[in-house]
Structures are given as C-alpha cells and as structure tokens.
C-alpha cells in the first residue's frame, strides 16, 4: 500500500517531470538534452504514477498504449529521415524552414526537432512498456 504522501505528492511531481521533459526536448536540438532524454523523463513521471496508484490506473492516465507511442516514435524518425530524400538530400539531412509566430516572429523548424520527437515519443513507448510489464508481472 503507498503511503499517502507519495499519493498526495504524485500529480504535482508528474506535471513538473512533463513540463521538464518537454524542456529537454526542445532544447536538445542546439543544448545536452534532446529526445532520448525527454522520453527517459517522461516516463519516469509514469513510472512514479506506477508507485503512487496501481498498473490499470496509470494504463489510464496514459490513453495511448506504450507500443502505438513506439510505433508513432518510429514512423516520425523515418518520416524525417525521408524529407532529406525528398528535399534532394541524403537521408536523415537537416531540413529547415522558418514559420512566422505571433508574439515570437520567426522560428526555425526542421527535421531535426522533427527526429527528436520521433525519439522522445519512441523512448517513452519502450519504457513504459517495460516498467508496465514488470509491474504487472510483480503484482
């Protein structure tokens, strides 16, 4: 049984590990961080969640099964890597364009950020699914 203090502390830490995960992929791109280690942190806010409450509650929470967050990680690194091709590249070459935001003015975008979600969403499938399996074979 967690106690009640991991229960009352949980939905605080998760949204201050999404915020930081998310920080950390999107500064990765020119700074130490990037998708692998967003994903790492995101997952580890699941697996606190995993802790606090039970498997069928954070299965719940999360909505998307771990192996379609996998698949969807895969199919965007793959997707980045053919823009290159398609662009006249090689594949897995950088890409970038500039996207007018109000408030902001003009921010780049490419295919880099676009490979680090890929990771982020790929390394958050794959941990989960592992701490899942091991909690539901522990319990």
């Known amino acids: 049984m967690p106690s009640v203090i991991l229960r009352a502390a949980t939905p605080v830490l998760m949204v201050l590990l999404i915020i930081v995960s998310i920080y950390a992929l ?23 969640h995993i802790l606090a409450y039970d498997v069928p509650s954070t299965r719940q929470l999360l909505r998307v099964a771990p192996q379609t967050l996998m698949g969807l990680g895969l199919s965007t690194i793959l997707l980045s890597g053919v823009v290159g091709l398609v662009a006249g590249g090689s594949f897995l070459q950088g890409v970038w364009a500039t996207v007018p935001v109000p408030g902001l003015g003009d921010v780049a975008v490419g295919t880099p950020v676009l490979f680090d979600v890929g990771v982020y969403a790929a390394v958050m499938g794959m941990v989960l699914m592992i701490l899942l399996m091991a909690a539901e074979m522990s319990s």
Do not use: N, Q, V
Request: proline share 4%; hydrophobic share 45%.
């Open 26 to 48: 999107l500064r990765g791109h020119d700074e130490p961080g990037g998708g692998f280690l967003g994903g790492l942190i995101i997952a580890s806010a699941f697996s606190l």
